[in-house]
């Protein structure tokens, strides 16, 4: 997911265009700013790449994710479903928000199993926040038929997915609102930065204001617009935009290529027996930031972390001993520590997480490793990478 190996000159040339004028606020400075509008610009790509109808980008993946949860009205003492396996970013945001995270298992799809959520709807769920981890799909027609059921929002957090998409359609468009991240290390970054995308005109409204203070955005004049709603400050600066902006047209480009060597490695570790692949619902939409394969049992995973590492393999993760991405390690979660008090109605209504155990979950965790797909390999890099696997695979599954 390394947008940042393609910096040139693109990326510098809107940067320039930004400190030329001295506008690095997203909004009003109309005279001064000689018709650039970076942050808007950048929302217009990204409703052309994924054909949604509205995008609000904002200061990060995280306040994105926030600025929708807000929108959809998600509160206090609201139960929200997610996967125990993504970045913590989406577990905090729902925690920011004062609901209640209610963790259901993943699938072979790595993300959630709508089986698992359906177990797991109660009277005080509000919302389904399936996360598209690694660059592909949940099998999200089927959570998006689950939430129209049940009356409940859906809520993408396809932060590591920008540019997938599922049977034609981008992951983001299938929820009420979809959340996409620029940070430094995913498909297009803009050092920080973020997006929220929806098709209805009421809830991309509410979190344009949210993340602006309740700014209205209507007029010209900033200090007479009107304020419906309480917000806070979640924008973007024209300089990361900016940035934004220069990546976000490298999109093709970047899918290309990570699909082609991600095809090519992909077919180099089919051969070893004992090596399965995560189930991609739709193969021809997955974005190809990673490689994720699985190995017979936890003990083989372990020791082909090892071994691929000391083989020179870089950029292999065992998610199940990391402590950023699977709740096994979220010490921090287990023991509700916040610097912030958390409120007394969240406390009460949730569930002892200290206790949670998710054995499916688990048991495909232990055995999965994931390979980040870089677009700088060169031909000799692929054949080397996919000779030095298949070598230690067959070695640690023999
Ligand atoms: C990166 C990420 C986020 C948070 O994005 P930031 O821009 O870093 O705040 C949220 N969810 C997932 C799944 C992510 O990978």
């Not at 005109?201 to 602006?212: H, N, V």
């Not at 419906?228 to 024209?238: D, P, Q, W």
């Not at 047209?249 to 051969?271: N, W, Y």
Request: some cysteine; hydrophobic content about 40%; glycine content about 10%.
């Amino acid at each position: 997911m390394p947008g940042f190996e393609l910096f040139g000159d693109e990326e510098r040339r809107e940067v320039q265009q930004v400190l030329e004028t001295g506008v690095l606020f997203r909004y009003g400075f109309d005279a001064a700013r000689q018709g650039r509008w970076k942050a808007r610009a950048l929302e217009d790509e990204i409703k052309r790449l994924t054909g949604a109808a509205h995008c609000h980008v904002c200061s990060s993946g995280t306040a994105a994710l926030a600025i929708a949860l807000a929108a959809c009205g998600i509160g206090a003492g609201d139960e929200v479903i997610v996967p125990p396996f993504t970045f913590i970013a989406t577990i905090e945001a729902v925690l920011h928000a004062g609901a209640v995270p209610v963790f259901a298992d993943i699938d072979d799809t790595l993300c959630l199993d709508p089986h698992a959520v359906e177990r797991a709807i109660g009277s005080r769920t509000r919302a389904v926040l399936p996360v598209h981890m690694c660059g592909a799909m949940a099998h999200i027609d089927e959570l998006q038929s689950l939430c129209d059921a049940h009356g409940l929002a859906l809520i993408e957090d396809a932060c590591q997915a920008f540019g997938a998409t599922f049977r034609g359609r981008a992951l983001g468009t299938f929820g009420r609102m979809g959340c996409f991240s620029f940070d430094a290390v995913k498909t297009i970054t803009c050092g920080e930065g973020g997006a929220v995308v929806t098709d209805d005109t009421t809830f991309y409204k509410l979190a344009d204001a949210y993340s602006d203070h309740g700014h209205d955005h209507v007029g010209t004049d900033r200090g007479r617009e009107g304020h419906a709603i309480l917000g806070t400050n979640y924008r973007i600066s024209e300089l990361n935009a900016a940035v934004g902006l220069a990546q976000v047209r490298k999109t093709g480009r970047i899918l290309e290529v990570q699909r082609r060597h991600k095809r090519l490695l992909k077919k180099a570790l089919a051969a070893v027996d004992g090596v399965t692949f995560r189930t991609l619902p739709d193969p021809e939409g997955d974005s190809a930031t990673f490689l994720s394969f699985l190995l017979p049992d936890e003990d083989t995973a372990r020791r082909a972390a090892t071994r691929l590492a000391e083989a020179g393999v870089d950029g292999c993760f065992y998610w199940y001993d990391n402590n950023w991405h699977y709740l096994r390690k979220w010490d921090h979660l287990r023991g509700m520590q916040s610097a912030a008090r958390l409120p007394q109605e969240l406390l009460s209504g949730t569930p002892d997480y200290r206790r949670l155990v998710l054995a499916p979950s688990d048991a495909l965790m232990g055995r999965t490793l994931s390979m980040l797909i870089k677009l700088t390999w060169t031909p000799e890099d692929l054949a080397r990478r996919a000779q030095a696997m298949t070598a230690v695979l067959q070695d640690v599954t023999a």
